[in-house]
């Protein structure tokens, strides 16, 4: 019977995780610039009976500015990246083709400064091993028709099932 | 409890960013609301306590002519930079302190018998005397420590080195002799 292989990363895919790093990179750069000239504003027409008051308001949206960019930087920025990376990699990587039955296990193992993976337990004839899949995968990865999967850094990139 | 968990390990960013605000922003406004010199009239005092930024704005109401601010510290202002209050102009000082640093301060000329002296020369007007019964500005200086109710002698002294005291250094302006003598007048 034959069979058709599914790519689970595309360019389209990482032009996508390239856009998303930009965008969030510019909302980031647009609150500071926003709490920036928050705090300009303050400083202009500052005189020794409004500067306390004034300041306060400065340090406050300063604070708050530098925050919600630390947040941005820590929950978006560094995961888009992070995503980015690892599509670039796999795309660029050399594949290996891997036959057998596949299940993926339930738990999300999360590597530190690398991207949330699932273990992926392959059955094969000649010896048992354990692949990665993105966890963003899972969803595209129907382990129980895969008949075969094609790994780079024992990272599943793409599947062969049957055409039916 | 991830969410938790996420925010107390990255806490410390949080608290550094907070600290560079205030850091950064008390720079900056002190930069911006700073006059030079020659344009500012700077009065450090000793008293127990001090109304500081209601002095500066009663004082503040009509500036000396040339002079586009008025700073009132108590000396505990300068516990980081000691060398500042050097940079003052007025100072208000108990009796003692102001015999203690009397080769600091200008000689002024006589306004009370009980002015004090130092080596011949007087050092000071009096602000404030228990003994004969004189205060001055006591809506903004404290002269009585906390539940006590007998004052030191308080006197108002001139830096040697100020370039406000033209009256008495013949150089620069008047401004802090101006200041000295309203300050002497106050409620």
Not at chain 2, 76 to 89: C, I, L, R
Request: some cysteine.
């Amino acid at each position: 019977m034959e069979r058709k292989i599914v790519e689970l990363y595309t360019q389209s895919g990482l032009l996508s995780a390239r856009r998303r790093l930009f965008a969030s990179r510019i909302i980031t750069l647009l609150v500071c610039a926003a709490a920036l000239g928050i705090c300009i504003s303050f400083c202009i027409g500052v005189d020794a009976h409004n500067a306390v008051r004034r300041l306060v308001c400065a340090i406050a949206v300063s604070a708050v500015g530098g925050w919600t960019a630390i947040t941005l930087r820590l929950l978006l920025i560094s995961r888009f990246k992070r995503t980015a990376a690892h599509y670039k990699a796999v795309l660029e990587g050399k594949r290996e083709r891997i036959e057998g039955a596949f299940s993926v296990s339930d738990e999300t193992i999360r590597i530190t400064g690398g991207v949330s993976i699932k273990r992926v337990r392959v059955i094969a004839a000649n010896a048992d091993r354990e692949l990665s899949l993105f966890s963003s995968m899972r969803p595209l990865f129907p382990a129980d028709k895969a008949a075969a999967v094609y790994s780079v850094y024992d990272f599943i990139s793409a599947y062969e099932v049957e055409r039916s | 409890m991830r969410a938790i968990k996420w925010f107390f390990a990255n806490f410390h960013r949080y608290l550094l960013w907070l600290l560079c605000s205030v850091i950064l922003w008390g720079f900056v406004f002190t930069l911006i609301t700073d006059a030079p010199k020659a344009r500012k009239v700077v009065i450090y005092a000793d008293t127990p306590s001090l109304m500081d930024a209601e002095l500066a704005d009663e004082l503040g109401k009509d500036l000396p002519e040339g002079i586009r601010l008025i700073k009132v510290h108590p000396f505990s202002y300068a516990a980081f930079d000691t060398g500042a209050p050097a940079e003052a102009d007025i100072y208000v000082l108990s009796r003692e302190q102001a015999e203690m640093n009397a080769e600091f301060l200008s000689a002024v000329p006589v306004k009370d018998p009980h002015d004090p002296e130092c080596e011949g020369r007087v050092i000071g007007w009096l602000i404030h005397s228990d003994p004969a019964g004189y205060s001055a500005a006591d809506s903004f200086f404290g002269y009585y420590a906390q539940g006590e109710t007998v004052s030191l002698d308080y006197v108002v002294c001139f830096n040697k080195n100020s370039v406000h005291i033209r009256s008495f250094t013949g150089t620069g302006d008047d401004a802090a002799v101006e200041i000295a003598e309203r300050l002497l007048l106050l409620p």
